[in-house]
């Protein structure tokens, strides 16, 4: 779709200049004065508008502010030959992407500028029209990139075939999002959507959880309580972390899917399995089978159809609109108007390493929203020191110290799990909520790596 530009100017030098260097890429208007400009925007939907800030009939700041009272997303630039530092400040308050001064005497400058602010509008638009097709925020898989569409286009294909579906990918990678966004496109979807997370918790609880129990089947079980297997009938299952599932559980899930039949524990009556199960694993599950922690033929069961998360670093192009997905969602949340991301702030998105992937995104926008009084989001927001940094330059540095890949993942969660513990005092709970890690699971890898907590809340 071509792009649509406002260049507002009455200035003709300003405006043939733009317009020989846009028009190669995008479909460019031209108005010299606010009334001019006010009845082009009228009839267009503009991806940008670049407005002088001394117009013979108008204030470019009053104007943009007027446009962005019918469109708040509006990506606006502010142009002037008069720079001063108030209108410097005026511009960045009304939340305009950049303020730039005329003559332009770095072209290259002036178009990786304005590069940006179309990216900006692109992310804009792809959560608008994500929000309009899904019934909830949640539910938004978010990426325009060639890996994300490859995973939208297998989801799409599969979601209507009754079969099991494997995803795997790293932590944070939005494997559960996955999930739910199989059950909503499958012929399931008006049925029950059930997720178990299985690592962390003893075989015996898993176990209870999935099949159920009688009255007395153990101590404790002072009534009958139906499992997942049958709260699920009709409907999808997710088994997050299949991987971490003991090898008798393993046994007994295979059973059940063979010939679709489970009994409550304690009970010798057979109950129809009718569910459609759906894995998550952050680790490679056939190397799991090859080290013989998971059975192969289990494997063969549940990978029918394999599709694998992207992380976010090979994820070209997806992180802007992410980051403004999460800045929408908490600005609402909290009841903010933080925005838009400067320039510089988007670089620094763009060139972090983002180790827990779109999870970590995730809370460094929340973090920034919580502690940004509003106005735009500058890199130094989303990158307090001691929390996070970008890498230096585009690529990423080889480590000084030579780590394996999985001591690095190791301890990556180490420091992972103690930002978050000293960031909530050693709160348990609220550094689980903050991770989106279940709190036992959270506890588990806590006591794991020996870290101070608080309290056991």
Request: aromatic share 8%.
């Amino acid at each position: 779709m071509t792009q649509k530009i406002l260049v507002v100017d009455d200035d003709r030098h300003t405006r043939i200049l733009l317009d020989r260097l846009l028009a190669k890429s995008a479909r460019v208007s031209l108005a010299t004065d606010g009334a001019e400009a006010r009845r082009l925007f009228a009839g267009e939907d503009f991806n940008l508008v670049m407005m002088d800030q001394r117009l013979p009939d108008a204030n470019g700041i009053d104007l943009l502010r007027e446009f962005r009272a019918s469109k708040p997303h509006l990506v606006g630039i502010l142009m002037t030959g008069f720079a001063e530092v108030r209108d410097a400040v005026a511009a960045v308050r009304e939340g305009l992407f950049d303020y730039l001064t005329k003559p332009f005497e770095d072209l290259e400058a002036l178009e990786a500028v304005i590069g940006k602010a179309l990216e900006l509008d692109r992310a804009y638009r792809e959560i608008d029209g994500l929000k309009a097709r899904l019934t909830t925020e949640s539910d938004a898989l978010i990426g325009q990139s060639a890996a994300m569409e490859r995973v939208l286009g297998q989801i799409r294909q599969v979601a209507g075939l009754d079969t099991t579906v494997l995803l795997e990918g790293e932590s944070g990678t939005g494997k559960e999002l996955a999930a739910r966004l199989v059950h909503s496109l499958s012929t399931r979807a008006d049925k029950p959507f059930l997720e178990v997370n299985c690592g962390g918790l003893p075989e015996s609880l898993l176990e209870s959880l999935l099949f159920g129990y009688e009255k007395g089947a153990f101590t404790g079980a002072g009534q009958a309580n139906a499992g997942y297997f049958e709260k699920a009938h009709g409907g999808n299952l997710f088994l997050d972390e299949i991987a971490d599932m003991s090898p008798k559980l393993q046994s007994s899930l295979l059973r059940v899917l063979q010939d679709h039949n489970y009994m409550r524990i304690g009970s010798t009556q057979p109950r129809k399995a009718d569910f459609r199960l759906i894995c998550a694993t952050n680790r490679p599950l056939l190397d799991e089978v090859k080290a013989g922690r998971f059975r192969e033929d289990l494997y063969y069961r549940i990978a029918v159809v394999s599709i694998t998360l992207p992380p976010l670093r090979e994820r070209e192009g997806d992180i802007v609109a992410l980051a403004t997905h999460f800045l929408d969602h908490y600005n609402a949340k909290f009841g903010k108007a933080c925005g838009p991301f400067t320039p510089a702030a988007m670089r620094a998105l763009e060139t972090c390493r983002w180790e827990g992937n779109v999870r970590q995104l995730q809370h460094c926008i929340e973090r920034a929203v919580a502690l940004h009084a509003g106005g735009p989001v500058e890199s130094v927001h989303l990158f307090p020191s001691g929390v996070s940094k970008p890498m230096e330059g585009q690529g990423s540095q080889a480590p000084q110290d030579s780590l394996s890949y999985q001591d690095a993942r190791a301890e990556f969660e180490r420091e992972y799990l103690q930002r978050l513990l000293d960031a909530t005092g050693g709160n348990v709970s609220e550094a689980a909520r903050l991770s989106g890690i279940p709190r036992q699971n959270f506890y588990v890898k806590v006591k794991r790596w020996g870290l101070s907590l608080k309290n056991d809340i």
